[in-house]
C-alpha cells in the first residue's frame, strides 16, 4: 500500500510521531507561572523543529530590546497555542492566519515576516522525487495524502480549496490522509514514502532545502499556489497597548542592528513589518469557502 521506503527511517518518523500525541506541549521556557512583567510568545514546530538553540538566542535578544523577561513556549499545535492565548497565558505567537481570523475579536495583529522581499509565502504540493507524473492534487486520486495542521493554511486550507473547486473532499479522495503536525514531518512523510504527496508551507520547504538540503532529497516541489498573507505574529487584544507597542517595535526594527540581522539570516527572513489585515483576505475567503476547516 506504501510506496518503497527505508523501514528505519519509518520507525524513526512514527516513534517521533508517537512521542508528540503522549506528549502535546514541550516547553523552551514555559513559565505560565512566572510574573505579569514577562513577556511570552508561543510557537508550533514549524522550521524551528531542529532549532531550539536559535529559540534561546532570539529570546535573549528580545530580553535585551525589551529589557525585561520573555519566555518561549512551544506547542504541538494551532489549536494549543491559540487556546493558551485567548486564555491570557500567552501574550503573542506566531500562528497560521486561520486561527487569527477565526477570532478577530480576542486576537490583534501584531507584525507580518517579510519574505524574498514581500510579507507572502506560497502552499507546495510535494511528491516523491521518483513522482514525475503528479502536477497537482487532482492527481492523487486514491493515494495517501500528508497534511501539516487542521488550522494550516498552505498545509490543510489550501488543498481542501483546491479539492472544492473539483466537489471533492479528503476523505472521498484519498485512500487515507492524515495530519504530521508539523511541515518539516510532512516533509519526512513524503520522502519516505508513508504518503503519496502532502501539502507544506512554501517558506519551510525552501528553508529547508536552502539550511539542511538532506532533508528534501526525497520529494519534488509538484505545484505551487497562489501567493497568500505569510503567517503572522498576533498578540491578545488584552495585552496592554505599551507591551503592545515595544514588542512590536522589537520585531519591526530586527533588521537594523547586526544582532537582529544575523537572527533574521538564520530564520531566512528579510525582516518583519507591521502588515495590514488586508493581507489576509484571500485566505478568508478560503475560509468562506471551506467553512467547517475550524
Known amino acids: 500500500m506504501f510506496p518503497n521506503g527505508n523501514a528505519t527511517g519509518r520507525r524513526k518518523f512514527l516513534a517521533g510521531a508517537l512521542a508528540l500525541v503522549s506528549a502535546p506541549g514541550t516547553a523552551l521556557a514555559d513559565r505560565q507561572s512566572a510574573p505579569r512583567e514577562e513577556i511570552r510568545i508561543g510557537t508550533t514546530p514549524v522550521f524551528l523543529d531542529d532549532h531550539l538553540s536559535l529559540l534561546s538566542v532570539w529570546q535573549k535578544y528580545l530580553e ?124 519526512d512523510a513524503v520522502a519516505l514514502g508513508l504518503a503519496h504527496g ?16 538532506k532533508t528534501t532529497e526525497g520529494t519534488r516541489v509538484a505545484w505551487k499556489s497562489r501567493e497568500y498573507g505569510f503567517p503572522p505574529i498576533v498578540a491578545r487584544r488584552s495585552l496592554p497597548e505599551r507591551d503592545f507597542q515595544s514588542l512590536q517595535g522589537a520585531f519591526v526594527s530586527m533588521h537594523d542592528d547586526p544582532a537582529g540581522s544575523a537572527l533574521l539570516q538564520q530564520l531566512n527572513l528579510d525582516g518583519f513589518e507591521r502588515g495590514t489585515h488586508k493581507l489576509f483576505a484571500s485566505v478568508e475567503a478560503n475560509l468562506r469557502l471551506v467553512g467547517d476547516l475550524l
Open 64 to 187: 535585551e530590546r525589551l529589557e525585561r523577561k520573555v519566555g518561549f513556549a512551544r506547542r504541538r499545535s494551532y489549536q494549543e497555542i491559540t487556546d493558551l492565548l485567548l486564555s491570557g497565558q500567552l501574550d503573542a505567537a506566531w500562528v497560521c492566519s486561520p486561527p487569527y481570523l477565526m477570532n478577530l475579536s480576542h486576537l490583534r495583529l501584531l507584525c507580518v515576516p517579510v519574505y524574498e522581499g514581500k510579507p507572502l509565502y506560497r502552499s507546495y504540493l510535494i511528491v516523491q522525487s521518483e513522482d514525475t507524473r503528479t502536477r497537482h492534487i487532482s492527481d492523487l486520486r486514491g493515494h495517501i495524502y500528508a497534511f501539516s495542521d487542521p488550522q494550516s493554511n498552505s498545509g490543510c486550507l489550501v488543498p481542501r480549496v483546491e479539492l472544492h473547486h473539483a466537489k471533492e473532499t479528503p476523505n472521498r479522495f484519498f485512500l487515507k490522509s492524515f495530519f504530521t503536525f508539523s511541515h518539516r514531518r510532512v516533509v
Open 198 to 213: 502532502g501539502s507544506v508551507d512554501g517558506y519551510v520547504w525552501d528553508t529547508m532545502r536552502k539550511q539542511i538540503p
